[in-house]
Each structure stands twice: as structure tokens, then as C-alpha cells.
């Protein structure tokens, strides 16, 4: 049994990209997967760096605490052994709440610098366009 977390990025329960969810949570239930879900827009993940976070970002404050939403998602990176983005190509790049996502979450001490990141066995990308 493989634990999948799912970082998903779309704000209509009616899109495409919701039906393409679906469709991958049916798959891994029906496989005997476990899975975990980050639905960006659901939770209204906050996607600006504050001035505290961008000052331990740039190693002006490293010893600044990384806020509890970010702690949270790095733990459900942490706990599973594959990671999956879901999310439409929006002019030619992710919707700007999964970008921010990125910007908040991978940061200095987890993802780099020194690099204590859990590495993934696997990472899928599904991206919707058009």
C-alpha cells in the first residue's frame, strides 16, 4: 500500500480539472491506496509571503518560525512516499495559489539549505489545458 498527497489547485467544484481529481482519488481507492488531499482553494491556502516569512526566506531572520499552515503541509509531504499536482495550465504556468504554495512551503531548512526534504519515491503531475 503506497500513501499519495494530493496538492490540488482549482477554484470550480465543476471543472475539468475536479473531474480529473475525482477520477485519481476513485483510482487510488480502488488500488487500496491511502491519500491525503491539500484542496488549495478549499482550505483558502494563503498564497503572499508576509514580510516575517519572506525575512526567514532570505536568511535576513532564519531562525523565524515557519507559520502552522505551511508546518502542516509539510508534514503531509513528509508522510507520503508519492506526491501528486493537480491543478489547469493557466497562460503557461500554475494557478498563482499553487505557485504561492510552492513559495510558502518549500522553504529554507525543509526543501533546501540544508536539505532535510523527505524525498518522494514518485511525483505525477496531471495539468489541464485548454
Given at each position: 500500500m503506497t500513501h499519495v498527497h494530493i496538492v490540488y489547485a482549482h477554484p470550480s467544484?465543476?471543472?475539468?480539472?475536479?473531474?480529473?481529481?475525482?477520477?485519481?482519488?476513485?483510482?487510488?481507492?480502488?488500488?487500496?491506496h491511502t491519500r491525503t488531499v491539500s484542496d488549495l482553494y478549499a482550505m483558502e491556502f494563503r498564497s503572499e509571503l508576509t514580510l516575517e516569512e519572506y525575512e526567514r526566506e532570505s536568511g535576513h531572520r532564519a531562525d523565524a518560525r515557519v507559520p502552522d499552515d505551511v508546518a502542516a503541509e509539510q508534514a503531509?509531504?513528509?508522510?507520503?512516499?508519492?506526491?501528486?499536482?493537480?491543478?489547469?495550465?493557466?497562460?503557461?504556468?500554475c494557478p498563482a495559489r499553487l505557485k504561492g504554495w510552492f513559495d510558502r512551503v518549500w522553504t529554507t531548512g525543509f526543501a533546501y539549505k540544508p536539505v532535510s526534504l523527505r524525498v518522494a519515491r514518485q511525483a505525477l503531475v496531471l495539468c489541464t489545458a485548454g
Open positions: 467544484e465543476r471543472s475539468f480539472t475536479r473531474e480529473v481529481l475525482e477520477a485519481f482519488l476513485g483510482g487510488l481507492d480502488d488500488a487500496g503531509r509531504l513528509d508522510a507520503a512516499d508519492v506526491w501528486a499536482f493537480i491543478y489547469p495550465v493557466w497562460w503557461a504556468d
